[in-house]
């Protein structure tokens, strides 16, 4: 353990990571899920509904995006809590940190789209279903396609510092290589083939969990 870190530093690292994997892997899907999926264009198809459903759900709208701050800050977290243990050799732990940084506040900015300005749209029956789908595709490609592109590169610029740090479990390190492979698959596929992204998305959101919550216990047993 870098010496310049202290026990309850490393206790709250791991504790944000545990959090991150909480929130992340399984609240953030039950959010997805049975709060906001009436009003996305996976769930439900017909423009024309999700418009009037956000309309008639406002508060429940905004409260499952108003959750999502939480899953962007604790996951952008995650980052930093794990890499400032890494190897600090190589120089791809600080780019990793900061593109982690970068893709929340890209993250953050769909969100508030979400939150703010579709809600508006659709309680306005002076706009065009036009203008409310473009908000709609801009918040999508800036939460679901720019930020998560970022958060993958990240991930996957951890890695040799990862496989460089000696006492960091090599099962981890194998995960770790999995989960920000399949992430980044889905990455392309949001880009090139949303409608098959579907299925990768949720492999590396399942096994994002166990990454962190095994690094969060790698990081309680260092001396």
């Not at 899920?33 to 996305?40: H, Q, R, S, V």
């Not at 996976?42 to 429940?60: C, G």
């Not at 749209?121 to 930020?147: C, P, R």
């Amino acid at each position: 353990m870098d010496s310049k870190i202290s026990r309850a530093a490393l206790r709250l690292d791991a504790l944000g990571l545990i959090l991150a994997g909480l929130i992340n892997t399984f609240l953030a899907s039950a959010d997805a899920g049975l709060i906001l999926a009436p009003g996305t264009s996976t769930a439900q198809p017909d423009l024309l509904l999700r418009i009037n459903w956000i309309a008639e759900n406002t508060l429940r709208w905004q409260a499952g995006w108003l959750f999502w701050f939480a899953v962007t800050l604790s996951f952008s977290w995650s980052y930093y809590a794990l890499g400032r243990h890494l190897n600090k050799t190589l120089p791809w732990v600080n780019l990793a940190i900061g593109l982690a940084l970068i893709a929340a506040a890209v993250d953050i900015v769909g969100v508030l789209i979400n939150f703010v300005v579709l809600p508006t749209l659709a309680g306005d029956l002076s706009i065009t279903h036009s203008l409310f789908l473009a908000m709609e595709k801009m918040a999508n490609a800036l939460t679901n396609v720019a930020a998560f592109g970022l958060y993958s590169l990240a991930g996957l610029l951890l890695l040799p510092a990862i496989f460089s740090t000696k006492d960091y479990p090599n099962w981890l390190r194998w995960l770790g290589v999995i989960e920000w492979g399949i992430a980044s698959v889905a990455t392309v596929l949001l880009i090139i083939a949303p409608h098959i992204a579907t299925i990768p998305l949720l492999i590396s959101f399942a096994l994002y969990a166990p990454w962190v919550w095994g690094s969060a216990s790698w990081l309680l047993r260092r001396k």
